[in-house]
C-alpha cells in the first residue's frame, strides 16, 4: 500500500476552498468561521485559517457525542471544545482529517448545535476512504485514499506544521 502525500492533499483542499468561497468569506466580520475537529482536523484547521486570512477558527472536542463512547472514554490528550465565536446563524466550514464511516462528523455535528444552529455547515477532509456508515460527504476533499478495511490512517503534524500520513492497525473505525 502506498502512504498518501498529506502535504499534496492539503494544497488539493486548499485549493477547493479558495475555489469556492469569495476572497473576503473569511475575513470579513460575521463571515465563514473555520472548526476544526480534534486533533487531526483542528491541525488542518488552524493552517486553512492562517492560509485563507480566517479572522475567526475553533476546535470541537466530539468524544462525549461518539457513539463509542461508553468503549473508548475520554482521549487523555483531548482539548475542550473551543468556539470563539457565536455559532448561531453562522456559516460554518468543518474541518476532518480522514472521512470513513461519517460516525465522526455525525459527532460533531451534535457538538456544534450544542452552541447553536448554524446558517450552514460545509464539510471538508483531508482524505476519503470510502466505507461510509452514514449518509454524510464532503464538500471538499483534497483527495481520495485507500487504506485496508481494517487499518487506520492516522495524520500528523510536524513542528514546522507540515502533514504526513501513517498507517496503523487497528478498527478503521
Do not use: Q
Not at 16 to 38: L, Q, S, W
Not at 55 to 61: I, Q
Amino acid at each position: 500500500m502506498i502512504i498518501p502525500d498529506a502535504e499534496a492533499l492539503y494544497c488539493a483542499l486548499l485549493d477547493e476552498i479558495r475555489a469556492a468561497y469569495p476572497a473576503d468569506a473569511f475575513g470579513a466580520p460575521g463571515g465563514v468561521a473555520i472548526v476544526g475537529i480534534h486533533s487531526g482536523g483542528a491541525w488542518i484547521a488552524e493552517r486553512i485559517a492562517h492560509d485563507v486570512g480566517a479572522l475567526e477558527w475553533g476546535v470541537l472536542n466530539v468524544a462525549l457525542h461518539r457513539d463509542d463512547y461508553a468503549k473508548k472514554g475520554l482521549h487523555s490528550k483531548a482539548s475542550p471544545t473551543a468556539l470563539p465565536f457565536a455559532v448561531e446563524g453562522r456559516h460554518i466550514l468543518l474541518v476532518d482529517d480522514v472521512l470513513f464511516t461519517g460516525r465522526t462528523v455525525r459527532a460533531a455535528l451534535n457538538e456544534l448545535y450544542d452552541y447553536g444552529r448554524p446558517a450552514s455547515v460545509e464539510l471538508a477532509v483531508l482524505a476519503e476512504r470510502g466505507g461510509r456508515e452514514l449518509p454524510v460527504s464532503a464538500r471538499f476533499t483534497g483527495g481520495a485514499v485507500s487504506v485496508p478495511a481494517r487499518e487506520t490512517l492516522v495524520l500528523a503534524h510536524s513542528v514546522d506544521g507540515r502533514f504526513a500520513f501513517h498507517v496503523e492497525p487497528g478498527s478503521g473505525a
